[in-house]
């Protein structure tokens, strides 16, 4: 139970980064977690409690009845992570070859790094970018979750799927792009023994700057013309930490990494906790930028998708 909390600890905060405000909770659901932690030490910030709207009414005839504060010790803190020792980020020379030649060594290399596979549980895998070698667009994510982690693709979960589909609304096939991500592991949760993770969490900025060797081999190699970076968490990895403190701030707007063009714009994964046509329009306008400077046709039903009608 602590780490299902946890878990949606860290969800509303990521929430509150990506500029969501309400959450619309029921009155079922808040009493089942006001008894889940009755008795318990367990934290969650002000900021993230405050991002709870009021709960639903169960009877829209009769008042609900009146919710007993939370008390003070029914908090909740941020997840603690166990700090993860990293040497510096590793140095390396690919051979001389086509681009597959020098993916495939890439690769090798990404797939027995040492620190890579230490960090990846039993059973589990190292992650490496997919996609046409010969892209022009190339999207990049934070990191493995668990079903990347279990398949060794990135973008496979609901996210990912979420995110094809996307792709083929910009007249492209999945295939005829690169996807990737920072990371190169699933970043480690407390665990109970016996059960698996639940949720995720960010990367943290040693973590990132391990593994951005292999990411910045991953972007000479397929030498796209653009870059997407795929929420906050990439857009911190690529544009470097505390060069912005919301989404916002940097979103929809041209950046550069590793001397090429990059679009920053929200995660998939804030569509699936927000399908409304706003929230999917705000990411369409960035990929309609991504389409105009990459050259592809966009036709009249294209730059009206998820128009409010």
């Excluded at 905060?13 to 932690?37: Q, T, Y």
């Excluded at 060069?243 to 001397?259: C, Q």
Aim: glycine content about 8%.
């Amino acid at each position: 139970m602590q780490i299902a909390i946890n878990a949606l600890a860290s969800e509303l905060r990521r929430l509150k980064a990506a500029g969501v405000k309400h959450v619309p909770v029921s009155e079922a659901s808040l009493s089942a977690l006001r008894h889940a932690v009755a008795g318990r030490r367990v934290e969650v910030s002000v900021a993230d409690r405050a991002m709870v709207a009021a709960p639903v009414s169960p009877e829209p005839s009769r008042p609900a009845p009146a919710s007993p504060p939370l008390r003070p010790a029914a908090v909740v803190e941020p997840r603690k992570v166990t700090a993860v020792q990293l040497p510096s980020a590793p140095a390396f020379t690919l051979p001389e070859g086509d681009k597959a030649h020098r993916w495939s060594a890439l690769r090798e290399l990404v797939l027995n790094d040492p620190h890579c596979r230490a960090q990846v549980r039993a059973g589990k895998k190292v992650v490496l970018g997919v996609g046409s070698l010969d892209a022009k667009i190339m999207f990049v994510g934070e990191a493995p979750g668990a079903e990347e982690e279990i398949q060794g693709e990135p973008f496979v979960g609901p996210a990912g799927q979420l995110l094809t589909k996307m792709i083929q609304g910009m007249g492209v096939k999945r295939g005829d792009v690169y996807i990737g991500n920072i990371m190169n592991w699933r970043p480690q949760l407390p665990l109970v023994a016996g059960q698996e993770p639940v949720g995720n969490r960010p990367p943290t900025e040693e973590e990132m700057t391990y593994c951005l060797p292999f990411l910045r081999a991953q972007v000479d190699i397929v030498n796209p013309a653009i870059l997407v970076a795929l929420g906050k968490t990439a857009a911190h990895g690529l544009l470097g930490f505390g060069t912005f403190e919301v989404l916002g701030e940097v979103r929809g707007k041209w950046h550069e990494f590793a001397r090429r063009p990059l679009m920053v714009t929200y995660h998939p994964s804030y569509i699936l906790r927000n399908p409304s046509n706003r929230a999917k329009r705000m990411i369409w306008e960035d990929f309609l930028q991504v389409m105009t400077r990459v050259g592809l046709p966009i036709s009249e039903k294209q730059q009206a998708y998820f128009l409010d009608k």
